[in-house]
């Protein structure tokens, strides 16, 4: 059984940065290429970033070009998301996920507010 545990969300301010992390367990972590969705209420789960096998390859919507940082450590079996300069936009649920899986975990709720 999967399990994806993200961390590391919490209330910042605007140009404030976050680090977030998801642990996984129960899967063979390296064999998959990972990545960041958000979602915010009502709406649909948006990508946000993905991180290949190696890290070989490095993906970001436009909207956070520049500003967040993916990263994986295989040893960890963990995904991190570095955010930096967040704006009120960026305040969603962040979640991980193995790509081409139906694996999600609860996520974790990032809230930028001044």
């Known amino acids: 059984q999967v399990r994806l545990v993200a961390a590391g969300g919490g209330l910042v301010q605007p140009g404030g940065s976050l680090r977030l992390s998801c642990a996984a367990s129960?899967?063979?972590?390296?064999?998959?290429?990972w990545a960041w969705y958000r979602q915010t209420p009502g709406n649909q789960r948006k990508w946000v970033a993905s991180?290949?096998?190696?890290?070989?390859?490095?993906l970001y919507t436009d909207d956070v070009k520049g500003r967040f940082t993916i990263s994986r450590d295989d040893d960890k079996n963990t995904v991190f998301l570095q955010m930096n300069n967040l704006k009120l936009e960026d305040t969603a649920v962040y979640s991980c996920?193995?790509?081409?899986?139906?694996?999600w975990g609860q996520g974790t709720q990032v809230t930028v507010s001044s």
């Open positions: 996920n193995p790509l081409n899986t139906n694996d």
């Open positions: 129960g899967i063979n972590f390296r064999d998959y290429a």
């Open positions: 991180v290949f096998k190696g890290s070989a390859t490095l």
